[in-house]
């Protein structure tokens, strides 16, 4: 599992993949939305993961 060091605490950050459910106005369907940000456990910070290799 990828973890960093987290900038405030210096805890250790976790990776979280979240996928979320966007609703587009005139689109009877929702969309499903991906992103990734890194959360650390122990103060609550968190910071959106860069893409890599795109």
Do not use: H, Q
Request: with cysteine.
């Amino acid at each position: 599992m990828p973890a960093k060091e987290c900038p405030l605490c210096g805890g250790t950050m976790r990776l979280k993949e979240i996928e979320a459910v966007v609703r587009i106005p005139g689109n009877p369907r929702p969309s499903t939305k991906r992103s990734r940000e890194w959360v650390c456990p122990e103060c609550d910070y968190f910071e959106e993961a860069e893409e890599e290799g795109r």
